[in-house]
């Protein structure tokens, strides 16, 4: 799965590598260590263009009686999306981009989980694949939410974890989130891992193991055996 990312760019940095004009988000600061249920920036296109707003992480379908649904629906498998009730229609017409410039996993390690920090070799941004829902409450209010298409692992995070996130080749964004096209069969090449030679994982401070934590040292390298015990 993925649970914890990374976004650590400024809202202008942004706004130039996915070519927005104007946005309605108020503020944003660099992020180290964004978990479910928050609200993160997404992008989407209305037809026209792309917009950047906030979703918030972990899906909960249209039908759903409880809102609370949403943690149960943070990942998305690739692989059966199309099957599934609760995705199947917005990976048809309702899919964005969540951008990011890294995502930790736990690996599993003789001394216990260590947590790890996977991204491009190049530092650069990149955009994972995601859906988004609206749910409307019986007293009217709504909730804008989303989720993270996984798929298996490539070599890099095979010893690491058993799912990574699909992230999406710069090429194949404007695809993905063109709402005219409605087949999924067009969509799942782009589903697949991404290469290993393009990625990087190393070491990282348990302290990410805390959702209260959020500061730069969270993404810097730490040598295992000099790692403190936080949790």
């Known amino acids: 799965m993925c649970g914890r990312y990374t976004l650590t760019v400024t809202l202008e940095e942004l706004m130039v590598r996915y070519m927005i004009g104007e946005t309605m988000v108020p503020f944003h600061r660099p992020k180290y260590n964004i978990a479910p249920s928050q609200l993160v920036l997404t992008v989407i296109n209305d037809g026209e263009r792309n917009r950047l707003g906030e979703l918030k992480w972990g899906l909960v379908p249209p039908w759903s009686d409880n809102p609370k649904v949403g943690f149960q629906m943070l990942n998305a498998r690739s692989e059966t999306a199309a099957s599934k009730p609760a995705f199947q229609k917005p990976l048809q017409r309702k899919r964005c ?13 003789p001394s216990g989980k260590q947590p790890m920090r996977i991204t491009l070799r190049s530092k650069a941004l990149f955009s994972m694949a995601g859906l988004y829902e609206t749910w409307i409450s019986p007293e009217g209010t709504r909730l804008n939410t989303c989720t993270i298409l996984t798929t298996v692992p490539n070599m890099l995070v095979s010893p690491i974890h058993d799912r990574m996130p699909v992230i999406l080749r710069p090429e194949d964004e404007q695809l993905w989130l063109d709402r005219s096209v409605t087949d999924t069969a067009l969509l799942m090449p782009l589903l697949v891992p991404y290469s290993s030679d393009e990625l990087e994982a190393y070491p990282v401070s348990a302290a990410v193991g805390s959702v209260s934590n959020d500061e730069p040292t969270l993404i810097e390298p730490r040598k295992v055996d000099e790692q403190l015990e936080l949790w």
């Open 97 to 109: 981009l969540i951008p990011a410039d890294g995502f930790y996993e736990w690996k599993a390690t």
